[in-house]
């Protein structure tokens, strides 16, 4: 070839290649452009995170608070159960004294006064949501009640109480104490 092709296409060759690297060049630029937000964008962007941590810090501390709330209640039901535990023996005398009465001649006063003592020791378990179970003729259930022995009575149904030797005692839900119970035509 000569020399005069050469340097034409040499020339040619050149402004291309300046004008692609210009293009590249500025493609690069809009892309750093594209990958470098604006200040605006920042600030929105960082908005957006302490949002983000203020309600997971709100939703953490309502949490918490729902979780002593229920801790405290369950506190002050423990508290109230062992104390009325104590109190068990107290009101299952009260009850055997009533029993040992029926049929018996005691003085009057003696009779009324271990009636108003029982009901007042009633009354505040009922102020305390203690409720007793366990009567004679419920079904007998193994969660609430504890069998001490059976029996066979044709005029009761069949796992059903026929005898209760002690009371039981709940709260709400909670067994303070299980009823000890005969069990009829188990």
């Known amino acids: ?13 050149q402004p291309e290649t300046v004008e692609t690297e210009e293009v590249k060049e500025t493609e ?23 949002k983000d941590k203020y309600l997971r810090l709100c939703a953490e501390y309502d949490n918490y608070r729902k979780r002593t709330s229920a801790e405290k209640l369950q506190i002050y039901d423990d508290a109230t159960a062992r104390a009325v535990k104590e109190l068990l023996p107290l ?28 009901q007042q020791l009633a009354k505040c378990f ?6 007793p179970f366990g009567e004679v003729g419920d079904a007998f259930d193994p969660e609430l009640h504890n069998a001490v ?7 009761l149904p069949a796992n059903s109480i026929s005898a ?13 104490r299980h009823a000890m119970v005969v069990v009829a035509n188990a």
Do not use: C, H, N
Request: no cysteine.
């Open 149 to 155: 022995s059976m029996a066979e009575d044709e005029s």
């Open 1 to 13: 070839m000569s020399k005069e092709k050469k340097e034409k296409k040499t020339k040619a060759q």
């Open 28 to 50: 690069q630029k809009v892309k750093e452009e594209a990958k470098e937000p604006s200040p605006e964008e920042k600030l929105q962007e960082e908005l957006k995170a302490e």
């Open 126 to 131: 009922e102020k305390l949501k203690i409720e």
């Open 164 to 176: 209760v030797y002690q009371k039981g005692y709940k709260l709400g839900d909670k067994i303070i």
């Open 91 to 118: 009101a299952d005398s009260m009850t055997q004294a009533l029993t040992q009465f029926e049929g018996k001649e005691v003085p009057e006063e003696f009779r009324k006064g271990i009636e108003l003592i029982a």
